[in-house]
Nanobody
Framework: QVQLVESGGGLVQPGGSLRLSCAASGSIGSIDVMAWYRRTPGKQRELVASVTFGGSTNYADSVKGRFTISRDIAKNTVYLQMNSLKPEDTAVYYC?????????????WGQGTQVTVSS
């Protein structure tokens, strides 16, 4: 059974930083993509950042230059370093991993971690 365990959320003042972590465990197979999404009340879940197995990254325009996604392949772990946080970054952040064997891939989700940016 695959599990994604997230950590690192919390309350931070505007301009502050947080680092989210997501560790995948279990028989996950080969990881294609690791990503972070977020959702605020009344809005759809949106992609924040993603990183492929090869290391290619993609960011939402709203976080470019402030957030950095990275991964540790050996540990099946993905990180999201969030700097210069703004109140509009307040959301529940979800880890997503696409992985499997051969042509059979599955999307796995973490339980979500709350990030609140407020003074």
């Amino acid at each position: 059974q695959v599990q994604l365990v997230e950590s690192g959320g919390g309350l931070v003042q505007p301009g502050g930083s947080l680092r989210l972590s997501c560790a995948a465990s279990g028989s996950i197979g080969s990881i294609d993509v690791m990503a972070w999404y977020r959702r605020t009340p009344g809005k759809q879940r949106e992609l924040v950042a993603s990183v492929t197995f090869g290391g290619s990254t993609n960011y939402a325009d709203s976080v470019k230059g402030r957030f950095t996604i990275s991964r540790d392949i050996a540990k099946n772990t993905v990180y999201l370093q969030m700097n210069s946080l703004k109140p509009e970054d307040t959301a529940v952040y979800y880890c997503n991993v696409v992985a499997g064997w051969g042509s059979t891939k599955y999307a796995y989700w973490g339980q979500g971690t709350q990030v609140t940016v407020s003074s």
